[in-house]
């Protein structure tokens, strides 16, 4: 089992960062591929970024590429986002995978944290 709880979000104008956190725990995080993903009412959860087990590998989807920087420790996960835009506006949710291969599919991800929600105004 593994145990995620996110920190973070918030109301910010365009333009401006946020540091979203995950803190996680449980006996599979060292070897479990991680990410973040988001969501709108009415639409499917997104793949945002996904990280390897190490930390070595990394993905990001290409309306967040060379804004927001995915990284890890030993007891987190983070999602620095720059540049915010009005469209980033999404409940961000932190997963974790049973595999260590950092998949940018939802359904490959089985643990779940109960969501953070970042708005960003124009």
């Known amino acids: 089992q593994v145990q995620l709880v996110e920190s973070g979000g918030g109301l910010v104008q365009a333009g401006g960062s946020l540091n979203l956190s995950c803190a996680a725990s449980?006996?599979?995080?060292?070897?479990?591929?991680m990410g973040w993903f988001r969501q709108v009412p009415g639409k499917e959860r997104e793949f945002v970024a996904v990280?390897?087990?190490?930390?070595?590998t990394t993905y990001y989807a290409n309306s967040v590429k060379g804004r927001f920087t995915i990284s890890r420790d030993n007891a987190a996960l983070y999602l620095q986002m720059n540049n915010l835009k009005p469209e980033d506006t999404a409940t961000y949710y932190c997963?974790?995978?049973?595999?260590?291969?950092?998949?940018?599919?939802?359904?490959?991800?089985?643990?779940w944290g109960q969501g953070t929600q970042v708005s960003v105004s124009s």
């Open positions: 997963a974790a995978s049973l595999s260590s291969v950092p998949y940018s599919d939802a359904a490959r991800y089985q643990y």
């Open positions: 449980g006996r599979t995080y060292s070897r479990s591929a």
């Open positions: 990280i390897s087990w190490g930390g070595g």
